[in-house]
């Protein structure tokens, strides 16, 4: 199975220690993604993503290291790794893995098709929005993280880009109320949402959510 070794964020790192996240230097171990935060300097948002493929390499891309030269995958710069995960890191917060990464395009099936010439496998996909605005959500079971694809019809054409990440934690109760919204019951039966506010400095999307119920 096709799993996120590591995803390259322009963040601060202590915007995440902010966070309660567990940095060390540039790095966040969070379940079994690694995230490197390059800074607002590096540009915003998610930068890029390195796909680890154990069994066997990754068609096309090539193999993730710092200086690695990235393929775009539609649009989103990324590099094949077959390092094992991280090692688990505890984090003030409670942050046990990644819940979602969603990728926004403003044409699913041509995105749709790359993800699946990368192999991976599109589990499920649902018709959301309203009658005036309909767009499509495609579901990828990478690992412990689901990829999120979302059908982006009013952004003109152009290729594929990351949007925000979502946190599992079961202190969603606990995070700082200055940085983070007070949570919400969310889309999934049984969980609930906080969303990281502006004021936390992330460059990227962000929110919490609660474990799924027994």
Same mark, same amino acid.
């Given at each position: ?71 775009? &995958? %539609?649009? +989103? @710069? ?5 390092? #094992?995960?991280? /090692? ?7 942050? !046990? ?74 202190? &969603? %109760?606990? +995070? @700082? ?5 007070? #949570?919400?019951? /969310? ?7 906080? !969303? ?19």
């Amino acid at each position: 199975m096709v799993t996120i070794d590591e995803l390259v964020v322009a963040d601060a790192p202590e915007a995440w220690r902010a966070l309660g996240f567990a940095v060390e230097g540039e790095q966040c171990a969070v379940g079994t993604t690694r995230v490197r935060l390059e800074g607002p300097g590096a540009g915003r948002g998610i930068l890029s993503w390195s796909l680890r493929a154990p069994e066997a390499p990754l068609d096309g891309l090539p193999t993730a290291s710092r200086r690695a030269p990235e393929v775009p &995958l %539609d649009g +989103l @710069p990324t590099t094949a790794s077959r390092r #094992p995960p991280p /090692a688990p890191a505890a984090h003030p917060n409670g942050t !046990t893995h990644l819940d979602h990464v969603v990728v926004s395009s403003p044409d699913f099936d041509r995105t749709a098709a790359a993800f699946a010439g990368a192999g991976l496998d599109l589990r499920r996909v649902r018709e959301a929005g309203d009658p005036q605005r309909p767009f499509r959500q495609g579901f990828y079971r990478l690992g412990e993280v689901i990829l999120e694809l979302v059908e982006d019809r009013g952004g003109g054409p152009g290729p594929a880009r990351f949007w925000g990440l979502v946190f599992v934690t079961p202190a &969603l %109760d606990a +995070l @700082p109320e200055g940085l983070v919204k007070a #949570p919400r019951d /969310a889309v999934q039966p049984g969980r609930r949402i906080a !969303t990281v506010r502006r004021e936390a400095g992330l460059s990227a999307a962000a929110a919490f959510m609660s474990p799924p119920p027994a």
